[in-house]
């Protein structure tokens, strides 16, 4: 059973508007969360993070905002620009198991 | 450049072949990972090295053999695939398996992998 989800494959959002991304997890035990980004023939690269003790982390265009009552994180890039369109994977890890646990990831495309 | 490359960048192998993976980090880290990205699938976890000691192998069939010679390079090799095995092989590698936990993960590019 997974314990990252990523229930939307695709988004579309036209350029300038906010895209926001979710993801739920199950496991209670995560206490870290990271966002990566991949685009086509390339590997992911890290985007950002956030700690359980926080619930909001600003990065630019990006932030990302935590739940954890409801086990559930969003990232919001504002604005869209073009070249924000990827995949987004969203991972989880716990302290003792140090793996990063991924989602499928949703696909982004940003419309001119 | 990623700092993490990967070779050959796509492979099309019978089932009765054998033929490896390589992989190579310029970071100087010392924790390298393979995973797998099957379509539709999330990142899967193969393995884990740390310093060049194998750490976690998630349940990864035998026919997928890692090889780590040194900090630098990771090896996956194959033989006997099944085309259920076609799929993304990505390598990573961190600072050490602390950097993974928190952030900072480098990834490959990945070898797309078709088995026949």
């Known amino acids: 059973d997974q314990q990252v989800k990523q229930n939307s494959p695709s988004l579309s959002v036209q350029e300038g508007r906010i895209s926001i991304l979710n993801c739920d997890y199950t496991n209670s035990m995560f206490d870290y969360f990271l966002w990566y980004k991949k685009y086509p023939a390339e590997g992911p690269t890290f985007l950002i993070s956030i700690s359980s003790i926080k619930d909001k982390n600003e990065d630019g265009r990006f932030t990302v905002f935590l739940n954890k009552s409801a086990k559930h994180l969003s990232l919001h890039i504002v604005p869209s620009q073009p070249g924000d369109s990827a995949v987004y994977f969203c991972a989880a890890s716990e302290g003792g198991s140090y793996i990063p646990t991924f989602g499928r990831g949703t696909s982004l495309i940003v419309h001119p | 450049e990623t700092g993490v490359t990967q070779t050959p960048r796509h492979l099309v192998m019978g089932m009765t072949n054998k033929k490896s993976l390589k992989c190579e980090q310029h970071?100087?880290?010392?924790?390298m990972y393979w995973y797998k990205q099957s379509a539709k699938k999330p990142l899967e976890l193969m393995f884990v090295y740390n310093f060049k000691e194998q750490t976690e192998n998630n349940s990864v069939p035998s026919r997928f053999s890692p090889e780590c010679p040194n900090s630098s390079h990771l090896f996956l090799h194959l033989h006997t695939l099944q085309p259920e095995d076609s799929a993304l092989y990505l390598c990573a590698s961190s600072q050490d398996l602390l950097a993974a936990f928190q952030e900072t993960q480098y990834f490959g590019p990945g070898t797309r992998l078709l088995v026949l």
């Open positions: 970071l100087g880290h010392n924790a």
